[in-house]
């Protein structure tokens, strides 16, 4: 039963592995149309005396993304930026 399970381990990060070499490829391939845009709004939380918290809206920043499934190049993927539009940053 211990070999199966390692072997199946082993068939996982491998599948896993390839899985992100073959999503970086495809993105050096395609690199002139690979990164993109997204805007995001980030807001301040700052902590009161009295335990409540502030929210202070700051101006609607630009980030870079890529379109992939995996970060790559020090960038989020496109997807996951588009469903995280607030940067809740605190204080």
């Known amino acids: 039963m211990g070999r199966l399970a390692k072997r199946i381990a082993l068939g996982v990060v491998g599948a896993a592995c390839l899985l992100y070499a073959g999503d970086y490829l495809v993105l050096r391939a395609r690199m002139p149309g690979s990164i993109g845009t ?3 709004q980030p ?3 700052v902590p009161q005396k009295d335990g409540k918290t502030e ?3 700051a101006d609607p920043e630009t980030e870079s993304c890529v379109h992939s499934l995996f970060p790559h190049m020090g960038n ?3 997807w996951y930026l588009s469903g995280r539009k607030q940067k809740r940053i605190d204080m």
């Open 38 to 40: 997204v805007q995001v």
């Open 55 to 57: 929210f202070i809206l």
């Open 76 to 78: 989020q993927p496109c």
């Open 43 to 45: 807001y301040y939380a």
